[in-house]
């Protein structure tokens, strides 16, 4: 089975961890919710998975989708042509999160998030500074536009394709339903809390 999922090579290491984990857990039946939240020794583990989808939700990313009609429409793209833009930007979005699967092994995980969430901090601060002058400058909306296609692509290099596998990798067998739970219910939640008050911070 592993040689038909990753061709043909030597992957004794992975085979012998896959069987360590199942050693491990000793034919353990998946734990739930209740007991993810209770176990002290998978706190870190939580906390860490906490912070991650936190930060995922408070990125920007939400904001930017929000916003990004009005930045085309104020670039000069006709709104007739602001759909096929928008189709550009969920297509640099599924290609970035493909690249980063080519690239999340030999950059390792804490290299595309710390880099990629520095790309999307500047292209955050220089894209409030275009939209404050883009009344000034005939070009300036139009970097607006490149800036909003930059953050996407390091959205989905960064975060957004480095967190789907991250559950697997820090929970063993047992706990990654329960994981896969928590990290659903805790993404909806922030997003509803986002939902609600971004409309008062506007």
């Given at each position: 089975?592993?040689?038909?999922?990753?061709?043909?090579?030597?992957?004794?290491?992975?085979?012998?961890?896959?069987?360590?984990?199942?050693?491990?857990?000793?034919?353990?039946?998946?734990?739930?919710?209740?007991?993810?939240?209770?176990?002290?020794?998978?706190?870190?583990?939580?906390?860490?998975?906490?912070?991650?989808?936190?930060?995922?939700?408070?990125?920007?990313?939400?904001?930017?989708?929000?916003?990004?009609?009005?930045?085309?429409?104020?670039?000069?793209?006709?709104?007739a042509?602001?759909?096929?833009?928008?189709?550009?930007?969920?297509?640099?979005?599924?290609?970035?999160?493909?690249?980063?699967?080519?690239?999340?092994?030999?950059?390792?995980?804490k290299?595309?998030?710390?880099?990629?969430?520095?790309v999307?901090?500047?292209?955050?601060?220089?894209?409030?500074?275009?939209?404050?002058?883009?009344?000034?400058?005939?070009w300036?909306?139009?970097?607006s536009?490149?800036?909003?296609?930059?953050?996407?692509?390091?959205?989905?290099?960064?975060?957004?394709?480095?967190?789907?596998p991250?559950?697997?990798e820090?929970?063993?067998?047992?706990?990654?339903?329960?994981?896969?739970?928590?990290?659903?219910?805790?993404n909806?939640?922030?997003?509803?809390?986002?939902?609600?008050?971004?409309?008062?911070?506007?």
């Amino acid at each position: 089975a592993v040689r038909q999922l990753w061709g043909d090579g030597d992957h004794l290491a992975e085979i012998n961890d896959m069987m360590s984990e199942q050693r491990a857990i000793g034919g353990e039946k998946a734990k739930g919710v209740w007991d993810l939240l209770r176990d002290r020794a998978v706190r870190w583990q939580l906390i860490t998975l906490l912070l991650v989808v936190s930060c995922i939700q408070l990125v920007g990313a939400n904001v930017v989708y929000s916003y990004a009609y009005s930045i085309f429409t104020k670039a000069g793209i006709p709104p007739a042509q602001t759909h096929y833009v928008s189709l550009g930007i969920g297509t640099t979005e599924i290609l970035s999160t493909v690249l980063c699967g080519f690239l999340i092994e030999r950059a390792g995980r804490k290299t595309l998030l710390w880099k990629n969430y520095t790309v999307m901090a500047l292209a955050l601060g220089l894209l409030t500074v275009t939209l404050s002058l883009q009344d000034s400058f005939f070009w300036v909306p139009y970097c607006s536009v490149a800036l909003v296609f930059i953050f996407i692509m390091s959205f989905g290099i960064g975060p957004g394709g480095v967190v789907c596998p991250f559950i697997t990798e820090i929970f063993i067998q047992s706990y990654r339903p329960a994981a896969y739970v928590f990290n659903g219910v805790i993404n909806w939640i922030q997003l509803f809390i986002l939902g609600l008050v971004f409309p008062f911070i506007v």
